[in-house]
């Protein structure tokens, strides 16, 4: 039992880091704490809903098709709402994103309803036996995407050009600047990135949550959760983070009941909060922001 | 016609009116240093320069165009590099990283690698340490990296804020004669902005004073040396 609820709480903790990564992503690039991080994931899992079944597309000839409008609408929020306020603080930019993720809601409401749809690939629960522990087939496939993100994006921090003066920009914007980076496309990228993670997100996340508005309305929350746990700073701490939450609240649910899981990540930022407030590790801002 | 050249610069820095009125220029290959005590406006001057300073009034111009209200990022393009103040190494990026960031904005990918050997050749320690993170480095390292940094734009002109700051005599004579080479064997034109007048007049050959945002002494390093306690005068009671 105990094995199985910390498989699937891992599984699903892997998604939950997607959202993680983004909030850090960005947060550490431009100051701004993206509330509509969840709902760059949830228009994706709509859109996939259209792409399959309206336009009877394979799940692979969606993909990248969701892909490339969730990182469009990264874009787009970034040069239409929160370029023109760039300079400005950060409550400012954080009340933006608070109207973001109303439109957001409102539009999706608006164009595909309000009811919970079914996506249409299913979550395959076909149990399978890993060094005798049960996990079902869809969790494996959702750790496996999670892990090629995760190797993508350490490709890409790590060995380009432009994810190298990504990382430049985090750590002194100012002093990018003077050495040729052009801190705004940087920035473009930054939210581009968001958009790409959010449609893994979401398309991940819509089988087993079900397709509506709201539905990423408490994995934004854990995913912010778990972002703080690296200090809002740290990649792998967010991705610690949401692996420690999925499992925590998996346990709970099993242990003490169904009610007690999302009751669960709150308790653990308050723990965390109360008792190290720089993040897990320490890892926090080394200069005001 | 000089490759920079300044004309009744006017900045501001903050509210402060930090520059009112500069002119100089720096011929193609040549060394000239920008002396002057704290808060006279040197640093000012080179962030105008850089384009990180937008200038009120006057003109910059580079190779005879005017290069004033660019973007930093056009003008390392157009061949003007910055070492900042205070080094400013991306502490999280490694050394060749951080080089790697001196030449974002070239795509020649052959000859960025060229550079990487130049730089490397110019200061052997950095190429021992181009996996660890720069702010790992020494003080002395740091001021090397970040000449190096400079350097992997390719610029013709290096603009140099303060190199000897902070840094032991010995480290500060390496450092100068590393410039001094890059200058020779690149025909890199260097303009540095010193606190410390001694060393900045012993290389470079031609030297304005700057006091209050205006140039009050210019001339060639030698009849300054020679006129020291006059350049001192201005720089306040430091050496």
Redesign the interface.
């Known amino acids: 039992m105990f094995g199985q609820l910390a498989m699937s709480g891992l599984a699903t903790g892997s998604l939950y880091a997607l959202t993680a990564v983004a909030v850090v992503v960005v947060f550490r690039n431009t100051r701004v704490i993206n509330l509509a991080q969840g709902d760059f994931a949830m228009i994706a899992a709509f859109l996939g809903i259209v792409f399959l079944k309206d336009f009877q597309l394979n799940y692979f000839l969606m993909l990248p098709l969701v892909i490339v409008c969730s990182m469009l609408l990264g874009v787009l929020v970034e040069r239409l709402v929160m370029r023109p306020i760039a300079d400005t603080d950060w409550l400012t930019l954080f009340t933006a994103t608070l109207g973001v993720y109303y439109i957001l809601h409102g539009v999706a409401g608006w164009a595909w309803g309000r009811d919970t749809k079914a996506f249409p690939v299913t979550f395959d629960a076909k149990p399978v036996s890993i060094l005798g522990t049960l996990v079902s087939e869809g969790h494996l496939v959702n750790m496996a995407w999670a892990l090629g993100i995760g190797l993508i994006l350490f490709l890409f921090f790590k060995y380009t050009?432009q994810g190298?003066?990504m990382?430049?920009v985090?750590?002194?914007p100012?002093?990018?600047?003077?050495?040729?980076?052009?801190v705004r496309f940087i920035v473009m990228l930054t939210w581009a990135m968001a958009g790409f993670l959010a449609a893994f997100a979401g398309l991940l996340l819509a089988p087993i949550l079900y397709v509506s508005p709201g539905m990423m309305d408490e994995v934004l929350i854990k995913g912010y959760v778990a972002a703080v746990f690296g200090g809002l700073y740290s990649i792998p701490g967010a991705i610690l983070g949401a692996l420690m939450i999925g499992v925590a609240e998996n346990l709970a649910g099993g242990y003490l009941g169904a009610h007690f899981k999302t009751a669960t990540a709150f308790a653990m930022i308050v723990l965390l909060l109360t008792f190290r407030p720089k993040g897990l590790f320490g890892i926090q801002a080394r200069r005001e922001i | 016609m000089a490759l920079l050249e300044v004309e009744n610069l006017e900045a501001s820095y903050g509210a402060v009116r930090a520059v009112r009125g500069v002119s100089l220029s720096v011929a193609e290959g040549s060394i000239v240093a920008l002396l002057g005590a704290n808060g006279a406006g040197k640093s000012t001057t080179l962030k105008a320069i850089?384009g990180?300073v937008r200038p009120n009034a006057g003109r910059i111009m580079l190779d005879g165009k005017s290069i004033g209200g660019l973007?930093?990022?056009q003008?390392?393009?157009r061949g003007v590099?910055?070492v900042?103040e205070g080094r400013?190494i991306?502490?999280?990026?490694t050394v060749r990283?951080n080089l790697?960031?001196?030449a974002?904005?070239r795509a020649d990918k052959a000859s960025i690698e060229d550079d990487y050997r130049v730089v490397f050749d110019l200061f052997p320690r950095l190429e021992e340490r181009q996996r660890q993170l720069g702010g790992s480095l020494s003080g002395g390292e740091q001021q090397m990296l970040a000449i190096g940094?400079g350097l992997m734009?390719r610029p013709r002109l290096l603009l140099l804020d303060e190199p000897s700051l902070g840094l032991a005599p010995i480290i500060i004579s390496n450092i100068f004669e590393a410039l001094r080479h890059i200058n020779r064997e690149r025909g890199t034109a260097l303009l540095i902005v010193e606190q410390n007048a001694h060393v900045a007049l012993r290389n470079a050959g031609f030297a304005y004073v700057l006091q209050v945002g205006r140039i009050v002494v210019e001339g060639p390093s030698e009849e300054l040396r020679a006129d020291k306690e006059i350049v001192e005068s201005y720089m306040g009671a430091r050496h």
């Open positions: 050009k190298i003066a990382r430049a985090t750590d002194d100012e002093t990018a600047k003077l050495m040729g980076i052009p | 850089c990180s973007s930093p990022n003008i390392v393009k590099a910055l900042p400013k991306f502490k999280d990026l990283e790697a960031m001196g974002y904005s940094r734009a």
